[in-house]
């Protein structure tokens, strides 16, 4: 199978150079294609940067809100399909975001891939386990996706057990694509369990059985490698490098990076470590301070108001 990589970019272009500069060095023989989802006036500057580290480029030009991006990345993946990606060399493509860190060869990380079957991270039952997530519960977002569901019963006749994943480890296979690129009212729904259930639809298998763990809000997290809601730290980062079996997939992490850090000696490691450690603590140092001051505060205001003082009269004169 011949696996490709498509790199998603739209955000700080100097970041997305130190991404394709790590994905090039562990992935010298792979094709690396890139989709320009952001704005089309500012495509130079970033193109500029980039062209050195792509095999093709493709720029999404039609003029659409960053949200309605978001909400349909997967239609700027299938556009790009229809308008260059058919005609590339590859079998399976691996959705490559500007905010990821991928620290080891791709053909190593999804070796047991089967030929035509995809890969979505976090695959969950909705109506087991999609409580409280709002693209289902939200009073709007759910009359949308009672809507999708009415549709795809009525048009595919569709009878599985509704799932959504969770968009960010993605791997998918151009069979599927192909399918997927040709689908009526593809705007209906949202793109975490309008794949999944386009797949069910098709008969494409979806992969469950790998290490890409993911989060939703409010689950509770550990070491994250990946997750959702918060970056990734620089410490969970090192320190599944120096253990062989340890993640090299992590999102998200909108730093710059080392390439070569595995050239870094462990002294310097270690000080990377520290040095975010440090940081961490100072945030939350911070953080307390603040809170303490704003419960002075509540106990001056309410000693004040009990002795019927004004409180902005003590405040000036302070």
Known sequence: MKLAIL?????????CKNRLKILRKHNPKIHIYGLYGGNPAQKDIFISQLTDYLDDCYTFEYNAASYWKWCNGD?????????????????????VQWDML????????????????????????IEKEAQGWEWVTAPEKRDKYLQFL???????NYSHDPVFCIFIVVVLSRIFLEKYSKITNPELGFLEYRLPI??????????????????LPGDKISDTVISVGRQISLKNIVKNLLIPSGARFFHPYCNY??????????????????????????L??????????????ALICNML???????????KKK
């Open 7 to 15: 790199f998603w970019f739209y955000k700080k272009p100097l970041i």
């Open 75 to 95: 239609l700027l993946i299938t556009e790009w399909y229809r308008q260059c990606g058919q005609y590339l060399p590859w079998d399976s493509i691996v959705i």
């Open 102 to 125: 991928i620290l080891a060869p791709i053909e190593k990380l999804f070796s047991n891939l089967p030929h035509g079957q995809i890969l979505l991270s976090g695959v969950r039952s």
């Open 150 to 156: 009415s549709y795809i019963k009525k048009h595919y």
């Open 198 to 215: 386009y797949a069910q639809i098709f008969g494409i298998e979806i992969v469950t059985n790998h290490p890409f763990r993911t989060y």
């Open 257 to 282: 990076f080392p390439v070569n850090i595995e050239r870094l000696p462990n002294i310097l490691r270690n000080m990377l470590v520290w040095a975010d450690l440090l940081s961490t603590a100072i």
């Open 284 to 297: 939350q140092f911070i953080k307390r301070v603040n809170q303490i001051k704003k419960c002075c505060k």
């Open 305 to 315: 108001s009990k002795y019927k003082i004004n409180m902005e009269t003590f405040f």
